[in-house]
Nanobody, 111 residues
């Protein structure tokens, strides 16, 4: 299993970013995918999860209404659209599948 995140960066409060996670090494469409984040000095937390075939989604309360998780099974890729970003969203964002992790992508929200 290989997960490669991309799309992080520096953005001002209220801005948007779209993260991508390219997956390989397993039957992507059959499994749920999730995004986690870890801020400095804090534990890693679940941000959003999307089911496999049906694609049901669930979100942490802190990002509901601002973040959207989606997937393209043809491209073996899961996305995290992040809107109305806040400084407290600053963290390293990780893609996860069944305990496998990507290397993470840094998101910094600052003016």
């Amino acid at each position: 299993v290989q997960l490669v995140e991309s799309g992080g960066g520096l953005v001002q409060p209220g801005g948007s970013l779209r993260l991508s996670c390219a997956a390989s090494g397993f039957t992507f469409s059959s499994y749920a995918m999730s995004w986690y984040r870890q801020a400095p000095g804090k534990e890693r937390e679940l941000v959003a999860i999307i089911g496999g075939i049906i694609g049901r989604t669930n979100y942490a309360d802190s990002v509901k209404g601002r973040f959207t998780i989606s997937r393209d099974n043809a491209k073996n890729t899961v996305y995290l659209q992040m809107n109305d970003l806040k400084p407290e969203d600053t963290a390293v964002y990780y893609c996860n599948n069944r305990g496998y992790w990507g290397q993470g992508t840094q998101v910094t929200v600052s003016s």
